[in-house]
């Protein structure tokens, strides 16, 4: 459920903000078990808090940085979600991270479980690759999947899809859902009402017992 709203008027102090209180996260785990593992989601939204938090200064080489969900594309091509990370999270202080990619990497399902996670939405009502119409949604929402980490493919996702399932979501320390702008406003308010999560993928994120920071901006 959301449990506190960060309201913003400009996407400047967003990213600052939302930069500051993940930093503040990962050190608390360094201080408790010596690393971190942060999880962020791709999209046009997260570009900014990317490169404010790439400017921070913590103990980056105890980081692990991945992904909530990757397209299958070459990190060559411009819809890679690594592609995004590395140009504008993995530089300045955080170019010290380490980097775990989802795409062709065997050993992705096998990541510690997030200290944080960043979440996404898209205005469909998506979050992660939880997309209406996936051909794997329902075993991707199932709490007894076993499943970690599964292909997804939808008729809105455009290329094939990546995606860490809803229990691996669940199980993070900190929760956090970046949106911007108006409309995405207005799809959170009708995903807050009844409805099936199929409809609204990102339900099940919202009607989870793992509280979630929503941080949004006009
Ligand atoms: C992705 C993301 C996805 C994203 C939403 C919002 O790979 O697309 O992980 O879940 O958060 O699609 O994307 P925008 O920020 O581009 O609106």
Not at 58 to 63: A, C, H, L, T
Not at 181 to 203: H, I, S, Y
């Amino acid at each position: 459920m959301i449990e506190a709203e960060r309201i913003f008027d400009a996407r400047e102090a967003l990213a600052e903000t939302l930069a500051r209180d993940v930093a503040d996260e990962l050190d608390r785990a360094i201080e408790a078990k010596g690393r971190a593992t942060l999880a962020v989601s791709g999209g046009t939204t997260p570009k900014l808090f990317f490169e404010k938090l790439s400017e921070i200064d913590i103990p980056w080489s105890r980081v692990s940085v991945t992904l909530v969900d990757e397209r299958q594309v070459p990190e060559t091509s411009e819809r890679s979600n690594a592609r995004l990370v590395r140009t504008h999270l993995l530089r300045n202080k955080a170019a010290a991270a380490s980097f775990i990619p989802l795409a062709g990497n065997p050993d992705a399902a096998r990541v510690a479980a997030f200290d944080v996670a960043v979440l996404g939405m898209g205005s469909d009502g998506h979050t992660a690759s939880f997309f209406p119409g996936g051909d794997r949604l329902s075993e991707a929402l199932d709490a007894e999947s076993g499943k970690r980490l599964i292909e997804m493919t939808a008729p809105g996702a455009g290329e094939p899809r990546l995606t860490f399932t809803l229990p691996v979501l669940e199980q993070s320390g900190r929760l956090a859902l970046h949106i911007e702008g108006a409309e995405k406003r207005q799809v959170l308010k009708q995903a807050l009402e009844a409805g099936p999560e199929e409809d609204m993928p990102v339900r099940a994120i919202l009607r989870s017992a793992t509280p979630v920071t929503l941080y949004w901006c006009p």
